[in-house]
């Protein structure tokens, strides 16, 4: 299963999108429970499979969730569900715990809607660049929807209740997937994350909570949700991570003005490994391209298409490499099919 989608390049990672050469992708997830049921984490499997069959009955009736893809968690091999972990279309915490569990995916992989992870429902957009609004806009379409079949746990006080006190109110996660080398590179890294953590914001890996960063991405998303909209919220996401891109943009030029010789020759040599190597680990891989990227925004490699190098990030991931060629792998072959696929997907930049 998921096969074809594996040779697909998400549309997250398009490339498109306002600050797409530093921001990958938004997202935005909204939390919402059904009225009078318990919440996943201490309800019996007959409620959270009575809200599967909720879910159910509500796409068999709704226009916009007829098309699409729909999984019961149970349909799901676990090399299924690293790879839409990979994909950014469930959390890891979607895998843990009972088995009443399903998945919607929209036609374009926009958006999905995981059933009973931490609550009933958890509705996730993503759109490329720094676009909050884009994401949020196109969660809501489907969260009207829903709620025109389902009615939701909603105080007039405190909003919608969820299973984490941390999600009451909007029960909306805003977040930007953000490229950082320069800040990396001058050591400026933590000063910065300071910051962004003194604005309200949290800072987090390539997946999410708990996840490490890899390949200089970092995962910036807001942490209050009660007591502020959804707009303050979209406005608050949108000027850190402009902040933020200002701050990357004046770091990346002090490496030109102090090491451009040094930065210059860590891009090439990266762009070199990757063009040549026959063994490359996923982690080595996020990091070479990390630096191939740094160098194509930098215009010292003037010839990639970053929608290319996004793709190769994607591929590059353990289970995206199975489901791309076909078969499952060990851990030692798929590090010699992965520098064979990264070497295919740049001889397209040869001429």
């Known amino acids: 299963m998921f096969e074809e989608m594996a040779r697909t390049p998400a549309a997250w990672l398009s490339g498109k999108g306002r600050e797409s050469l530093v921001v990958l992708s938004s997202r935005v997830r909204l939390a919402r429970n059904v009225a009078g049921c318990q919440f996943p984490g201490s309800a019996d499997s007959a409620t959270r499979d009575r809200i599967v069959n909720y ?3 509500t796409r068999a009736r709704s226009k916009l969730l007829s098309e699409g893809l729909y999984y019961k968690a149970t349909d799901l091999s676990k090399l299924d569900q690293d790879f839409l972990v990979e994909r950014h279309l469930i959390s890891p915490g979607f895998l843990n715990g009972e088995s009443s569990k399903a998945l919607y995916i929209d036609p374009q992989e926009r958006l999905s809607v995981m059933v009973n992870e931490e609550d009933h429902l958890r509705i996730q957009a993503l759109s490329p660049g720094l676009d909050p609004e884009g994401a949020y806009k196109l969660a809501t379409t489907y969260d009207a929807e829903i709620s025109g079949h389902l009615e939701y746990a909603y105080d007039p006080d405190f909003g919608y209740l969820t ?15 953000i490229h950082l080398p320069g800040l990396v590179l001058t050591r400026e890294i933590d000063k910065v994350i300071s910051h962004i953590t003194r604005s309200g914001l949290v800072v987090r890996g390539f997946y999410g909570e708990g996840s490490d960063v890899l390949g200089n991405l970092f995962q910036l998303s807001n942490q209050t949700t009660l007591g502020v909209s959804e707009d303050e919220t979209l406005r608050q996401i949108n000027r850190v991570a402009d902040e933020i891109i200002e701050n990357e943009a004046g770091a990346r030029q002090r490496l030109v003005n102090e090491a451009a010789d040094m930065i210059e020759d860590k891009i090439w040599r990266a762009y070199g ?12 891989v996020m990091n070479l391209l990390s630096a191939v990227r740094l160098g194509h925004a930098m215009k010292i490699i003037d010839f990639l298409d970053v929608a290319l190098v996004n793709e190769i990030l994607l591929l590059s991931q353990p289970s995206h490499l199975q489901k791309y060629y076909g078969r499952e792998m060990d851990a030692t072959r798929r590090d010699f099919v992965r520098a064979q696929m990264v070497r295919e997907k740049l001889r397209k930049f040869e001429n």
Not at 164 to 175: E, H, K, Q, W, Y
Not at 273 to 284: F, N
């Open 55 to 57: 879910f159910d009955s």
């Open 273 to 284: 490994i990757l063009k040549h190597a026959r063994v490359l680990t996923s982690e080595e």
């Open 163 to 177: 299973a984490c006190p941390t999600n009451v109110g909007t029960g909306m996660r805003a977040s930007v997937l």
